[in-house]
């Protein structure tokens, strides 16, 4: 992973375009190809970024450009993010390994086993895939099939919130660029979904799920219902 702190601008060019002005910010480089910028505030979520693949390369400062140094990186879309860099304050690599993964909370796991095991539990007609598919930004709990044959990755909570569905949509981007697959729909099940997060996830197109536990693992549940 390279870390690098420096003064900078950065164009994104594509399907649209953003522009983010000249400021200090930490750009991370890791090694499965993503580049991301980020300010010192919105917790995880960087300002922009490119996900793998991609390349990076350190190219000429254009005429007329009063910088460092000028990065762009281009996806196999064809779209860049072009990274200006007046100065250069921290640049530093670390080879971190190979990370264990996510050891998930024993309720989580098991709502993932129990919902491959019972998919239908999603709709009639859909079809297991496999449990843990590997993207090049981590696993998806579950992908699967619907009736009509169509791809659908299933994130899985305990307690649904907006973390959950933003972390199922960067899985969707990516996926619906695999055209083996594609298109690929999302589903977001959890024990409890919040509100806010209910009303992003449908927003952008993600159904929700709400599981019954225990009626999962076929036992009866002792809590009073409402309908």
Sequence with gaps: MRLVIAE?????VGRLTAHLPMARRLLLIKSDGSVSVHADDRAYKPLNWMSPPCRLTEAEVPDGTDAEAYWVVTNKAGEELRITIASIEHDSSHELGVDPGLVKDGVEAHLQELLAEH??????????????????????????????????????????????????????????????????????????????????AEDRGIRCVVLDYDELRGAESNEFRLF
Excluded: S, W
């Excluded at 900078?8 to 994104?12: L, S």
């Excluded at 299933?154 to 981007?173: A, F, H, N, S």
């Design 119 to 200: 998919i239908d539990t999603l709709g009639a007609g859909h079809t297991l895939i496999r449990r843990e598919y590997m993207t090049a930004i981590g696993p998806v709990d579950i992908l699967c099939r619907d009736a009509d044959g169509h791809t659908v990755a299933v994130e899985i909570k305990r307690r649904g919130e907006i973390d959950g569905v933003e972390q199922l949509t960067r899985y969707l981007e990516l996926l619906n660029r695999d055209t083996t697959i594609a298109p690929v729909a999302g589903v977001f099940a959890a024990q409890q979904i919040k509100p806010q997060a209910r009303t992003l």
């Design 8 to 12: 900078c601008r950065v164009d994104y």
